[in-house]
T-cell receptor, first 110, second 113 residues
Framework: KQEVTQIPAALSVPEGENLVLNCSFT??????LQWFRQDPGKGLTSLLLIQSSQREQTSGRLNASLDKSSGRSTLYIAASQPGDSATYLC?????????FGSGTKLNVKP | EAQVTQNPRYLITVTGKKLTVTCSQN?????MSWYRQDPGLGLRQIYY???????DKGDVPEGYKVSRKEKRNFPLILESPSPNQTSLYFC????????????FGQGTRLTVV
């Protein structure tokens, strides 16, 4: 069964720092990997989708990479801002379902 | 605007009182799914649907029912809610069930007392 692990569970950084969130998965047979942002009491907002044939995707200050063979993905956030504070979830897509990590709770201090 | 809409957003109910959480998407997606999110357990799939009249169990289907009579709607039914179904519920949709971007609703926080 696919297992998704996210490290660290929580992270607190000062504003302006570049940071990396890690995601690992046990089964490399995935269709794609998606990073989500979850704000308290709110839904999941899709940040980046990486197809299984791709190595990385970029959107603004966010860059996500995927290494299927090693079962790893990273989310890089450049020049972090207090508005980036949220929980970030990594999800790998298997057949008909997503497998989620438990998330990294990010706090960016002004 | 492309979106997945869940209602209600918040619900407090009593044990045994049947309830329905609605989910609607406006993207003409074939695939829809329900997840529940619990502290320490992450998001787990309850049920999914590949198309109209096609539904199947996810990882934690016990105590839940679903139906897919129309492409845009995928309600989650709790026939006899129990306190262990207190959770945050998310509906998701996608173009297909594989290799597709998933769109999630805003969530429904259910408390069963």
């Amino acid at each position: 069964k696919q297992e998704v692990t996210q490290i660290p569970a929580a992270l607190s950084v000062p504003e302006g720092e570049n940071l990396v969130l890690n995601c690992s998965f046990t089964d490399s047979a995935i269709y794609n990997l998606q990073w989500f942002r979850q704000d308290p009491g709110k839904g999941l907002t899709s940040l980046l989708l990486i197809q299984s044939s791709q190595r990385e995707q970029t959107s603004g200050r966010l860059n996500a990479s995927l290494d299927k063979s090693s079962g790893r993905s990273t989310l890089y956030i450049a020049a972090s801002q207090p508005g980036d504070s949220a929980t970030y979830l990594c999800a790998v897509e298997g057949f008909n379902k997503f497998y989620f990590g438990s998330g990294t709770k990010l706090n960016v201090k002004p | 605007e492309a979106q997945v809409t869940q209602n209600p957003r918040y619900l407090i109910t009593v044990t045994g009182k049947k309830l329905t959480v609605t989910c609607s998407q406006n993207m003409n997606h074939e695939y829809m799914s329900w997840y529940r999110q619990d502290p320490g357990l992450g998001l787990r799939q309850i049920y999914y649907s590949m198309n109209v009249e096609v539904t199947d169990k996810g990882d934690v289907p016990e105590g839940y029912k679903v139906s897919r009579k129309e492409k845009r709607n995928f309600p989650l039914i709790l026939e006899s809610p129990s306190p262990n179904q207190t959770s945050l519920y998310f509906c998701a949709s996608g173009l297909t069930g594989a290799n597709t971007e998933a769109f999630f609703g805003q969530g429904t926080r259910l408390t069963v007392v």
